[in-house]
């Protein structure tokens, strides 16, 4: 009877372990998806690729639908399994991070009608440079961050927080160049304002991917760093490298 009760239990702790990695794995495959929406919508707006635009518009749909599936099996997860320490950290962690990447999703969509606008206004589109340079820094903390996930790496997640800060003083930058050229020309105004709200919801995806990147160092210390300083931050993450050369000191000896 204990050997069918320790196979039983082995059972039961398998079938745990492929229901978790399922919902990593999902989380990925939307961030993926998302990925690609920002880069879709940062190129449509460049290049005034309108079918671009609308085809990336679309897959909105899908991540939404992505999030309330995930948000459902990590639901369910914890009702049935009652996970504890690390299992529910990563179900936690998981599903707050598939809110921010349904909300990068939709800033994304939010860029692509920004970019329909001005192609069809055909007016030109001062802040091309801007956008570029921000949209650049804002794929990397994307793409960054999500590898990161994939590897649990939070010293990779430290360095997308640490450039979120860059993110948001390129973006004031921005806005005091775009402000100035408004001024100076009256008749630009509606097609720079369209620019502006393009850059406003570059700089919330930044935002959005700091938010990833604290809710994967908390799944990986346990330590939430959310509100908390980039000091902070990284004195957490040095803290668990700490613990983890102490363990594989400990188990060597």
């Given at each position: 009877m204990e050997l069918e009760k320790d196979n039983y239990s082995t059972h039961i702790s398998q079938q745990?372990?492929?229901e978790l990695e399922t919902i990593r794995t999902q989380m990925l495959t939307m961030g993926g998806m998302v990925e690609h929406q920002v880069n879709d919508?940062?190129?449509a707006l460049l290049t005034a690729d309108v079918d671009r635009a609308e085809a990336s518009r679309k897959v909105d749909q899908q991540t939404n639908a992505m999030e309330l599936m995930i948000d459902d099996l990590c639901t369910t997860t914890i009702?049935?399994?009652?996970p504890a320490a690390s299992?529910?950290?990563?179900i936690v962690s998981i599903s707050r991070a598939?809110?921010?990447?349904?909300?990068?999703?939709?800033e994304a969509s939010r860029i692509c009608r920004q970019a329909i606008e001005l192609a069809q206004s055909g007016t030109s589109q001062r802040g091309h440079q801007e956008v570029r340079h921000i949209g650049n820094l804002v794929r990397d903390m994307v793409r960054n961050v999500l590898t990161a996930f994939a590897r649990n790496d939070i010293e990779m997640a430290y360095l997308v927080a640490k450039q979120d800060k860059e993110v948001d003083r390129e973006y004031?930058?921005?806005m005091r160049s775009l402000v100035t050229y408004m001024m100076e020309d009256p008749r630009a105004i509606s097609s720079v304002l369209s620019v502006i709200w393009a850059l406003r919801s570059l700089e919330r995806i930044g935002d959005h991917a700091r938010n990833l990147a604290e809710h994967l160092i908390?799944?990986?210390?346990?330590t939430d760093v959310r509100h908390r300083s980039l000091k902070q931050i990284r004195q957490t993450v040095e803290d668990e490298a700490d613990t983890l050369l102490s363990d594989e000191s400990s188990t060597e000896e």
């Open positions: 745990f372990n492929e919508a940062i190129e009702a049935r399994r009652q299992d529910l950290r990563l598939v809110s921010d990447l349904e909300r990068i999703g939709d004031r930058t921005a908390y799944q990986v210390s346990g």
